[in-house]
């Protein structure tokens, strides 16, 4: 929780600067624009904006927040709600479980990659991970770095090789090695590029044939510093592959760390894991409530 909090420090310092001159003890249409205006401001999103105001609003007329205390519990309460409800454990219940990662180039999908075999590492369990990305200037030797830093197995091809075929390799390898999880990584394709996202597509169906049912994990990452873009991303990534959650990167490098609330609520989308710092350590399971406690302690002041 200290990493959370560390992580969400800037953005938890915006918000304070956004409500500092907001008057607590009268709960007027002027109260509801201020904070609607800050939520925006820390990209929770119009429409997670406007619902959570809403329900802020109908809770005081209810007579059920009565002064700036009581508003920040139910600010807390109201946000951590507003989050998918769907589970954010990943799933590694499969041998192999399968773990596809996808996003656009500089979201630190690599390096999450790598974090996540470490942890699965200090699990006890026996990751492999898979170079798919065989087009970006260096990506299969970063792979084969975390690969050599976290003690597993890459498979990997050459550069500008068949991502399908290397991924076929991959699981193939998987299941004679008795791996328990196969981590794949793909090129940072443009969502605005559709060949691209159409190749993604036919990755997803190399697996399904390959191991009937898999991936039983496709997680996007986005960058958290890249605002309400990374909610473009999602929904364009959404359309191409059945995402089962999100991974949020570099939340510690941003001052408007609700773009994770805009994802989750907008596109119904789990938050899996967030990112607060270049540590190994420092990629943690998402957790909702933790995450709207940590983003608004304090942010209202003690008035």
Not at 142 to 147: A, F, H, I, T
Not at 216 to 243: P, W, Y
């Amino acid at each position: 929780m200290a990493q959370l909090r560390e992580g969400l420090a800037k953005s938890r310092k915006a918000l304070q600067q956004q409500f500092a001159s907001v008057l607590f003890d009268r709960f007027d249409e002027d109260l509801w624009e201020r904070i609607e205006e800050a939520l925006i401001y820390a990209d929770v999103g119009v429409d997670s904006t406007v619902s959570i105001v809403e329900a802020l609003e109908e809770q005081a007329n209810a007579g059920a927040i009565k002064d700036s205390a009581e508003l920040l519990a139910k600010l807390r309460e109201v946000t951590a709600n507003h989050f998918c409800k769907a589970d954010t454990r990943i799933d590694i219940a499969h041998r192999p479980a399968v773990i596809l990662m996808v996003g656009v180039n500089g979201t630190g999908k690599t390096t999450t990659i790598g974090k996540i075999a470490w942890h699965l590492k200090e699990l006890g369990k026996e990751p492999i991970l898979i170079a798919g990305d065989t087009f970006r200037a260096a990506a299969i030797e970063q792979l084969v770095e975390w690969g050599r830093r976290v003690g597993c197995e890459v498979v990997r091809h050459e550069r500008g090789g068949d991502p399908g075929a290397v991924v076929y390799d991959g699981l193939a390898a998987a299941e004679a090695r008795g791996a328990d999880v196969a981590i794949i990584d793909t090129a940072g394709r443009l969502h605005t590029q559709v060949n691209l996202m159409k190749e993604l597509e036919k990755v997803r169906r190399v697996i399904e044939k390959r191991i009937p049912g898999a991936p039983h994990e496709s997680l996007l990452c986005i960058d958290a510093t890249t605002g309400q873009n990374g909610l473009i991303q999602a929904r364009m990534f959404k359309e191409a592959v059945e995402l089962t959650g999100v991974v949020i990167t570099k939340m510690d490098g941003t001052a408007k760390g609700g773009i994770a609330l805009a994802v989750s609520h907008e596109l119904d989308l789990p938050i899996k894991l967030i990112g607060t710092g270049e540590r190994l350590e420092s990629l943690q399971p998402f957790d909702a409530v933790g995450f709207a406690a940590m983003l608004f302690d304090e942010s209202l002041g003690r008035r």
